[in-house]
């Protein structure tokens, strides 16, 4: 458990720093171009490390191709999420967008076995939304006085 | 009012979309393995992300983005999201859950935001560490240990 709690919390180092570096090349190149950079030099980085390993190419087994969409959704949100940061703003895409993660992590969450479990989990689901809130004012206010 | 109604559900629909990837990689990587699904799934977004620069190219050149020659490093932002694709694969399929590997995750992601803006890595604007920056972080760890406490 404890290793696992760590290998999420690097999760999350690796997803910021992924953020900011592909955040900082889409200010030169815009969000659809740095995208695309992001997508084939990670797919570039895993085949050459699949082959340093020897690991061979393995394809889904069930006949079901759901399990293929997952890569899809991923460059598909890069459309979405510009669209609505052009509108809303940063702030509020943030905080609507991890509310919609979180909630529809639980739905989809099949390790949920208790009405109990399910009731602390959206507490937990609360404080976190009220965090990123938090964040994100303290974050414009921030900016609001140095300017 | 009304089209700010309209792009707020886009966005949280866009973020159930990023929990519904993160669920369906792990549910692809029990068939493969975690490397594969990083993959896999690298190598499909490539398709889509390329199709979409494609066809948003002529409206982004207009806009003028920024201009001179961009940091090497910048160009390697799919290296730690490999690795995303990996770890994500491993914690979900573990005690931890779905809902466990997106609270600690973004744990993750503030911890190393506060730390990236404080030393101002990357190019970020640097800004002085003040105490209350812990304030958020610490509603989301606590709300994460609430998450992960029932797996005990």
Redesign the interface.
């Known amino acids: 458990m404890t290793l696992y709690i760590l290998l999420a919390l690097l999760n999350g180092v690796c997803i910021a720093i992924s953020r900011i570096w592909n955040g900082q090349l889409a200010s030169y190149y815009g969000a659809f171009k740095a995208s695309y950079v992001n997508h084939i030099i990670g797919f570039i980085f895993l085949s050459m490390v699949m082959l340093l390993l020897l690991e061979p190419p393995q394809f889904s087994t069930s006949s079901n191709m759901f399990v293929y969409l997952g890569g899809f959704i991923g460059a598909f949100y890069v459309a979405i999420n510009s669209l609505v940061m052009s509108r809303l703003g940063s702030t509020n895409t943030m905080i609507l967008v991890i509310t919609g993660q979180m909630g529809f992590g639980l739905l989809l969450d099949s390790s949920t076995n208790s009405s109990r479990e399910l009731l602390i989990k959206v507490l937990g689901i609360m404080f976190i939304v009220i965090g990123v809130y938090l964040k994100q004012a303290i974050q414009h206010k921030q900016a609001s006085l140095a300017s | 009012m009304k089209?700010?109604n309209r792009?707020?559900i886009?966005?949280?629909?866009?973020?159930?979309?990023?929990?519904?990837?993160?669920?369906?990689?792990s549910?692809?990587s029990l068939?493969?393995?975690a490397?594969?699904?990083?993959?896999?799934?690298?190598?499909?977004?490539?398709?889509?992300?390329?199709g979409?620069?494609y066809m948003?190219k002529e409206t982004?050149d207009s806009?003028s983005?920024?201009?001179?020659s961009?940091?090497k490093?910048?160009?390697?932002?799919?290296?730690?999201?490999?690795?995303?694709?990996i770890?994500?694969s491993?914690?979900v399929n573990?005690?931890?859950?779905?809902?466990?590997?997106?609270?600690?995750?973004?744990?993750?992601?503030?911890?190393?935001?506060i730390l990236?803006e404080a030393l101002g890595l990357?190019?970020?604007e640097k800004?002085k560490f003040?105490f209350?920056?812990l304030?958020?972080?610490?509603?989301?760890v606590?709300?994460?240990?609430?998450?992960?406490?029932?797996?005990?």
Not at chain 2, 10 to 25: D, H, P, Q, R, S
Not at chain 2, 75 to 85: E, R
Not at chain 2, 142 to 152: A, C, D, P, T, V
């Open positions: 089209s700010i792009y707020s886009l966005a949280i629909i866009g973020g159930g979309l990023l929990a519904l990837m993160i669920n369906i990689n549910q692809l068939e493969t393995s490397m594969n699904a990083s993959w896999i799934a690298h190598g499909l977004g490539s398709l889509l992300a390329f979409l620069f948003t982004m806009s983005p920024i201009h001179g961009v940091p490093l910048y160009y390697l932002g799919g290296l730690p999201g490999a690795f995303t694709v770890l994500a491993i914690t573990s005690a931890i859950g779905l809902s466990g590997t997106l609270a600690l995750g973004l744990i993750g992601q503030l911890a190393c935001s990236c990357f190019g970020l800004k003040n209350i920056d304030v958020p972080i610490t509603f989301v606590f709300g994460s240990i609430l998450i992960i406490s029932q797996r005990y």
